[in-house]
C-alpha cells in the first residue's frame, strides 16, 4: 500500500525546487553575469562553426561535418539547461515545473549520449586520416558519415529513453528539493524515497556503453595514431598531424573527466555539493570552450571565419 500511495505523489508533482546557490545568495549576480556571458559566447561561438562548416567549401571534408554536428550538440546543451538557470537565480521563486524537469533531463542525457559517441567517431576520423592517409578518401565518404552521425544521434535517444522510462516510476515523497540547477537523472535518483538499486544499475550500465566504451575506443585510435605520428620523419609533418588531434584531446578531456565523476559511480555516493558545480561545467564551461579551441588551434577555421566575416560586411555595405 505504501509503494502505491508513493507511486501516486510521485505522478501528481507539480513542481521541484532547484535549490542552485539561494543558500549563498551572494554569488547570485555574479553567477547571473559569467552565465549569461558564457551562454552569449556559447551561442556565437557554435553558431559560428555551424556556419562556416556548412558555407565554406573549403570545409567540407568529414572532420568539419562532425564538427558541425558537436557545436549543434553544444548549442542544444547551453539552450537546454542555461535560460532556465537565468530565469532561476533571477527569481525568488526557484522552482520548475514536473513535466517540464522530465523534459529537461531527457533532452539533456539524449544530447550527453550523442555527445560521446560523436567524439569516439571523430577519433576514428583522425585516426584513418593520419594512419591511412591514401585511403582516407575512400573509407569516410560522406555516405559512411551519415551513417555514422545517424547512429550517434540514435544511440543518444536510446539512452535518454531508458533513463526516462526508469526515472519518471521513481516515487518522490516529502518536499521535493533539487540540490543541483537543473534536472538530471543522477539528482532525481538521489531524491527519490525508494530503492533506487534497479536504477543506480541500469545508469552504471548505460555509462558504461556510453562513456567508457567511446573513451576506450578514442584512446586506442591515440595509441594508434601517436605511433604513426612517431615514425613520421620530419618534424613539421610530426607537428601538423599533432595540430590536427590536439584540438579534439583537449574537448574529449573536457567532457569525459567531469562525466566520469558524475556518472560512473552512483549517484547515491558522490556528494551533491560537488557535483552541481561539476555539472554547471558541463553543461556551460565545455559547450563554450570547444568553439575556441577548434578555432584557435585550426588554420582552416580561421580562415574559413574570416572569409565569412568579409561577406557579412559587403551584404551589410550592399
Known amino acids: 500500500m505504501r509503494n502505491d500511495n508513493q507511486s501516486s505523489l510521485g505522478n501528481s508533482l507539480t513542481d521541484f525546487i532547484l535549490v542552485g546557490i539561494s543558500d549563498r545568495p551572494w554569488l547570485e549576480l555574479p553567477l547571473f553575469v559569467v552565465l549569461l556571458v558564457s551562454y552569449v559566447l556559447a551561442m556565437l561561438g557554435n553558431i559560428s562553426i555551424i556556419l562556416v562548416s556548412r558555407l565554406d567549401p573549403q570545409l567540407q571534408s568529414p572532420m568539419y561535418i562532425f564538427l558541425s554536428h558537436l557545436s549543434f550538440l553544444d548549442l542544444c546543451y547551453t539552450t537546454t539547461t542555461v535560460p532556465q538557470i537565468l530565469f532561476n537565480i533571477g527569481s525568488s ?13 531527457a533532452i539533456f542525457h539524449w544530447l550527453g549520449g ?6 569516439a567517431i571523430m577519433a576514428l576520423d583522425r585516426y584513418v586520416a593520419i594512419c591511412e592517409p591514401l585511403r582516407y578518401a575512400l573509407i569516410m565518404h560522406r555516405s559512411l558519415c551519415q551513417q555514422l552521425v545517424a547512429v550517434a544521434w540514435l544511440s543518444g535517444f ?17 518536499r521535493q528539493v533539487l540540490n543541483n540547477f537543473f534536472c538530471e537523472v543522477p539528482a532525481m535518483i ?3 524515497c525508494a530503492d533506487t538499486t534497479v536504477n543506480d544499475t541500469t545508469l552504471a550500465v548505460v555509462v558504461a556503453f556510453f562513456v567508457l566504451v567511446p573513451l576506450a575506443l578514442i584512446l586506442l585510435s591515440y595509441g594508434f595514431i601517436a605511433r604513426a605520428v612517431l615514425r613520421i620523419q620530419s618534424s613539421k609533418g610530426r607537428h601538423k598531424a599533432f595540430g590536427t588531434c590536439s584540438s579534439h584531446l583537449v574537448v574529449v578531456s573536457l567532457f569525459y573527466l567531469p562525466a566520469i565523476y558524475m556518472y560512473v559511480q552512483p549517484p547515491s555516493r558522490h556528494s551533491q555539493e560537488q557535483g552541481k558545480f561539476i555539472s554547471l561545467f558541463y553543461s556551460i564551461v565545455t559547450p563554450t570552450l570547444n568553439p575556441f579551441i577548434y578555432t584557435l588551434r585550426n588554420k582552416d577555421v580561421k580562415g574559413a571565419l574570416r572569409r565569412l566575416l568579409v561577406r557579412i560586411r559587403r551584404l551589410c555595405r550592399s
Do not use: A, D
Open 93 to 105: 521563486k526557484k522552482t520548475i515545473s514536473y513535466g517540464g524537469c522530465t523534459v529537461q533531463y
Open 114 to 119: 550523442t555527445e560521446c559517441i560523436i567524439l
Open 158 to 174: 536510446g539512452n535518454s529513453l531508458v533513463q526516462v522510462v526508469l526515472t519518471v516510476q521513481l516515487p518522490f515523497c516529502g
Open 190 to 192: 538521489k531524491l527519490s
